[in-house]
């Protein structure tokens, strides 16, 4: 099993930055893409930016510019770098991680998710 820790939410101010964290740890064989989803009340959980195991990068358009994603795979750990942070940012956030067992079986994996608030 792998299992995910998130840390880095808290409260800002709106223009504020944040950076997420969320390490991998267990019995880890291959991660391939890793990336941070939201949730914000009432609404549905949603893609805010995913790394694929090549590299590339993909970000919804509402953060594109503000938010950057990075991974250190030797750490199994990815990063979500979040400035100019608005109060529509307010959300739990969930980091997801797709990984491969030796048997060859696919499995996504989501943290406990870190509370961000972005409040005057």
Not at 31 to 55: C, D, F, H, N
Not at 88 to 115: F, M
Request: charge should be positive; charged fraction near 15%; hydrophobic fraction near 30%.
């Amino acid at each position: 099993q792998v299992q995910l820790v998130e840390s880095g939410g808290g409260l800002v101010q709106p223009g504020g930055s944040l950076r997420l964290s969320c390490a991998a740890s267990g019995s880890i064989f291959r991660i391939t893409a890793m990336g941070w989803y939201r949730q914000a009340p009432g609404k549905q959980r949603e893609l805010v930016a995913r790394s694929s195991s090549s590299g590339s990068t993909n970000y919804a358009d509402s953060v594109k510019g503000r938010f950057t994603i990075s991974r250190d795979n030797a750490k199994n750990t990815v990063y979500l770098q979040m400035n100019s942070l608005k109060p529509e940012d307010t959300a739990v956030y969930y980091c997801n991680v797709d990984h491969i067992a030796t048997t060859g079986v696919w499995s996504p994996n989501w943290g406990q998710g870190t509370q961000v608030t972005v409040s005057s």
